[in-house]
């Protein structure tokens, strides 16, 4: 029984780096639903764009698409950097405002 495990763990195919991204999946989904911190709402955000780059670049690697997983992987990787930079700018702002980074505090959006 053990031999198979560590057999099985060690040459990694298209299905550990599926249980990998179901893993980061996960915890991204679950900061986002329970943290009320919104540096930690972001860290969920980057984890669940970070599980989708690794099933873009594992199915690539795995099947017959050849560098289309990889082109797309590098573009979410530029688009989770513009991100996280236009968040932090408005994480600034709202803590300008309100004092604090707490979502349950900044729940008045008046202009």
Same mark, same amino acid.
């Not at 029984?1 to 060690?10: D, G, P, T, V, Y």
């Not at 599980?51 to 590098?74: K, P, Q, V």
């Not at 803590?95 to 309100?98: A, E, G, T």
């Given at each position: 029984?053990? /031999? ?5 763990? %060690?040459t990694p195919g298209l ?6 991204? =179901?893993?980061? !999946? %996960?915890? @991204? +989904? ?6 009320? &911190? +919104? ?5 969920? +955000?980057?984890?669940?764009? &970070?599980?989708? &780059?690794? /099933?873009?670049?594992? !199915?690539?690697? !795995? ?5 289309? @997983?990889?082109?797309? @992987?590098?573009?979410? *990787? *530029?688009?989770?950097? =513009?991100?996280?930079?236009? =968040?932090? =700018?408005?994480v600034l702002n709202a803590? /300008?405002?309100?004092k604090t980074i707490n ?7 008046? @202009?």
């Open positions: 029984m053990e /031999n198979s495990i560590i057999q099985w763990l %060690s299905t550990h780096f599926l249980i990998v991204s =179901a893993i980061l !999946f %996960s915890l @991204g +989904v679950m900061a986002i639903l329970s943290k009320r &911190n +919104v540096i930690m709402v972001l860290m969920g +955000v980057e984890l669940i764009l &970070n599980s989708a &780059n690794i /099933n873009f670049i594992a !199915f690539s690697r !795995f099947t017959d698409l050849s560098l289309d @997983g990889h082109m797309i @992987g590098l573009f979410v *990787i *530029i688009v989770a950097a =513009a991100e996280a930079a236009v =968040a932090l =700018a408005i803590y /300008n405002r309100f979502l349950d505090d900044m729940s008045i959006l008046k @202009g």
